[in-house]
C-alpha cells in the first residue's frame, strides 16, 4: 500500500510562514511529479504548486514569491515553505504524487488526507 503522509499545517498570524511537508510511504518504484493543492471551505480544490522529477516547479500565481516548492528524492519527500502568509491562503492543503508501484503496473494518482493550514489574527 503506498500512503502519502502529510505534516505541518497549524495556526498562523497573517504574515507569518509554515513549512508544510509530504512523504511518500509503502512499497513502490518510482515518484514522477509530486505537488500541492488546496480547498477552501465553499470552493474548489485549486493546484497551488508542482514540482517534476528533476526539479521543474510550477506556481499558482496568487502564491508566486511567497511560496517555495522543493523535493528530497533519497527521503521520498516533498516540502512547501509557505511566507507572508495571508487569511485568504487558509485552507485544506492536500499532497499529490504520481507513483509507480511495480514495473507491471501503470502510473497511478496519490492524495495526502490533507492538513489545515489557517490564517488568522
Known amino acids: 500500500q503506498v500512503q502519502l503522509v502529510e505534516s505541518g499545517g497549524g495556526l498562523v498570524q497573517p504574515g507569518g510562514s509554515l513549512r508544510l511537508s509530504c512523504a511518500a510511504v509503502?512499497?513502490?518504484?518510482?515518484?514522477?511529479?509530486m505537488g500541492w493543492y488546496r480547498q477552501a471551505p465553499g470552493k474548489q480544490r485549486e493546484l497551488v504548486a508542482t514540482?517534476?522529477?528533476?526539479?521543474?516547479?510550477n506556481y499558482a500565481d496568487s502564491v508566486k514569491g511567497r511560496f517555495t516548492i522543493s523535493r528530497d528524492n533519497a527521503k521520498k519527500t516533498v516540502y512547501l515553505q509557505m511566507n507572508s502568509l495571508k487569511p485568504e491562503d487558509t485552507a485544506v492543503y492536500y499532497c499529490?504524487?504520481?507513483?509507480?508501484?511495480?514495473?507491471?503496473?501503470?502510473?497511478?494518482?496519490?492524495w495526502g488526507q490533507g492538513t489545515q493550514v489557517t490564517v488568522s489574527s
Open positions: 514540482i517534476t522529477s528533476v526539479g521543474s516547479t
Open positions: 499529490n504524487a504520481g507513483i509507480r508501484e511495480s514495473y507491471w503496473r501503470t502510473w497511478s494518482d496519490y
Open positions: 509503502g512499497s513502490f518504484i518510482a515518484i514522477n511529479a
